[in-house]
T-cell receptor, first 112, second 113 residues
């Protein structure tokens, strides 16, 4: 595609439910990043991949959060047993080997 | 660990004037990339300018320029001839050779008409 695509754009879920957020990066981009951003704050690093390998997951808040990129393209961020504190904008970005990161529009998650 | 610090939570500038946003970073790497991103109220993330650490020349993009001081680990953004459309949150970002990308907390720029 022409840009990074994230789905869904908005997700409202009940506390305790699992959610899966999808990111479709720019074709051919090696690196894929997941960030969480609260209103008025900077993007908080969660995890990133080079190809299918998860290089760093140190930003994942706890073991309810996981991410995968099995074929080195589309990635899924999964949050199990959601809590209200998980409510935020979740952003995905991708980059080539010598380019800046391009961001998707984000998924706004609300846990009620 | 790499950290990016933006010490100015908010900056205000008169239309047509110049404003400078500061950014410092901590790293032991010699090769890396630095970026400034703009986030308007729409909450898109838009690249403003990039700088490769191996280049001594400061990057410039139209009214946007940087002052890159490698030894001081400083990377400030200057916005010249500020326009109302420049009002946004600006984020400084650092990327290592293994592609990990880290952001500062952001600076909100307000442009006064």
């Amino acid at each position: 595609g022409a840009g990074v695509s994230q789905s869904p754009r908005y997700k409202v879920t009940k506390r305790g439910q699992d959610v899966a957020l999808r990111c479709d990066p720019i074709s051919g981009h090696v690196s894929l990043y997941w960030y969480r951003q609260a209103l008025g704050q900077g993007p908080e690093f969660l995890t990133y991949f080079n190809y299918e390998a998860q290089q760093d997951k140190s930003g994942l808040p706890n073991d309810r959060f996981s991410a995968e990129r099995p074929e080195g393209s589309i990635s899924t961020l999964t949050i199990q047993r959601t809590e209200q504190r998980d409510s935020a904008m979740y952003r995905c970005a991708s980059s080539g080997t010598d380019t800046e990161a391009f961001f998707g529009q984000g998924t706004r998650l609300t846990v009620v | 660990a790499q950290t990016v610090t933006q010490s100015q939570p908010e900056m205000s500038v008169q239309e047509a004037e110049t404003v400078t946003l500061s950014c410092t970073y901590d790293t032991s790497e010699s090769d890396y990339y630095l970026f400034w991103y703009k986030q308007p109220p729409s909450r898109q993330m838009i690249l403003v300018i990039r700088q490769e650490a191996y280049k001594q020349q400061n990057a410039t993009e139209n009214r946007f320029s940087v002052n890159f001081q490698k030894a001081a680990k400083s990377f400030s953004l200057k916005i010249s001839d500020s326009q109302l459309g420049d009002a946004a949150m600006y984020f400084c970002a650092y990327r290592t050779n293994d592609y990990k990308l880290s952001f500062g907390a952001g600076t909100t720029v307000t442009v006064r008409a």
